[in-house]
């Protein structure tokens, strides 16, 4: 063969090897390297997206890299979750919600995913109670006299949930079970429009954050009868737990948390989690957790919160089924 039948071989063979050269090196191109979208499944405003983008910020000086919000409400969370579970598994896409479209909405309605087997839970960010209250004309002054009310005046006593099928909404459920009492669910699109009713008296009770109730406890327009939380807490100190009162079914902080697509590098997880949990315990995202009516989740592995995922999954499953709730 002459050296001219030579030459495009030759040429072809180092092309190739030039490919099989460059290919692990781009593989190994270290994370991040381009922004990082934080997915938030509601409107811009409200706590999940105020917290978002609290940790965004100080989230894109931390990796040097800019942090977006991409926020995709619907579907009570499970439109943000099924955009998350379909994107690279990369890193650069990470689900920053409440713990309803991971744990509660799926045992209640269909799903295009499946929480536990397509997503990777990143890292626990904040816990906050729920808050038992009725409008300060209410004649009742505690649970138990909330629970004889509704005995003796049967159908007549309601009480207004954020949203249906979420955990304001199937607290109520659990008090009902436990009482064997009626108490009337009326769910709204949100915390405000809640709130207003119930102050204005068109609803008795509610089930909502400390963010919400507390400025109407303060100012005499509700009554706190009990939170969710498995202690008291520090903005409503003098209420008591459900647990307290003999509820323990009913005790149970919400919480928000970070999720990555399955599949994502156990280091780029690592790091994520180590970044977030860093970042929810420092000054000024402590002080919008207040704002919130929530406090920083206890710091923990990814492994961890993945494992009380898991737990929370199925109690809710359980809390679901026996309630009878389903939203097709």
Same mark, same amino acid.
């Given at each position: ?9 030759? &040429? ?11 290919? =692990?090196? &781009? ?6 390297? /381009? !922004?990082?979208?934080?997915?938030? =499944? ?21 990796? +040097? ?12 969370? &499970?439109?943000?979750? $099924? ?7 990369? +890193? ?7 713990? @309803? ?48 009310? @509704? ?7 309601? %009480?207004?949930?954020?949203?249906? +099928? ?12 436990? $009482? ?9 699109? *949100? ?9 204005? +008296?068109? #609803?008795?009770?509610?089930?909502? *954050?400390?963010?919400? #109730? ?19 807490? /520090? ?11 003999? %509820? ?12 990555? !697509? ?8 690592? /790091? ?24 920083? @989740? ?7 919160? *993945? /494992?009380?995922?898991?737990?929370? %999954?199925?109690?809710? *499953? ?11």
């Amino acid at each position: 063969m002459s050296s001219f039948g030579r030459r495009p071989r030759l &040429a072809m063979i180092a092309a190739t090897a030039m490919c099989l050269i460059v290919q =692990p090196v &781009a593989a190994q191109t270290p994370w991040p390297s /381009r !922004p990082v979208r934080l997915v938030v =499944p509601f409107p811009p405003g409200g706590s999940t997206d105020l917290l978002a983008r609290a940790l965004g910020e100080k989230l894109s000086k931390s990796l +040097g890299q800019a942090v977006v919000i991409d926020n995709k409400p619907g579907a009570s969370g &499970a439109l943000a979750a $099924e955009s998350v579970v379909r994107a690279d598994p990369d +890193g650069y896409t990470v689900l920053v919600t409440i713990q @309803a479209p991971v744990v509660v909405v799926p045992h209640y309605t269909t799903v295009r995913y499946d929480p536990l087997r397509d997503l990777v839970p990143v890292a626990a960010l904040a816990n906050g109670p729920l808050v038992f209250a009725g409008n300060a004309a209410f004649p009742a002054r505690n649970v138990k006299e909330v629970v004889a009310y @509704a005995r003796t005046h049967p159908n007549t006593v309601s %009480y207004a949930s954020f949203s249906p +099928g979420t955990w304001s909404h199937f607290a109520g459920l659990l008090l009902n079970r436990h $009482e064997k009492i009626d108490l009337l669910h009326v769910g709204y699109k *949100g915390s405000a429009p809640a709130i207003g009713d119930v102050v204005g +008296g068109q #609803v008795q009770l509610i089930f909502d *954050g400390q963010a919400t #109730v507390l400025p109407m406890v303060k100012a005499g327009k509700l009554r706190a009868y009990a939170v969710t939380s498995a202690t008291r807490t /520090r903005l409503l100190p003098d209420v008591p737990t459900f647990a307290e009162l003999g %509820y323990p079914e009913i005790s149970s902080d919400g919480w928000m948390g970070a999720f990555a !697509p399955a599949k994502t590098p156990d280091a780029v997880v690592k /790091r994520l989690n180590a970044e977030l949990v860093k970042l929810v315990n420092t000054p000024e995202v402590m002080e919008r957790l207040n704002t919130l009516g929530a406090e920083p @989740a206890s710091a923990m592995d990814a492994a961890r919160f *993945g /494992r009380q995922v898991a737990s929370d %999954y199925k109690r809710w *499953g359980d809390i679901v089924r026996t309630s009878g709730y389903r939203q097709e």
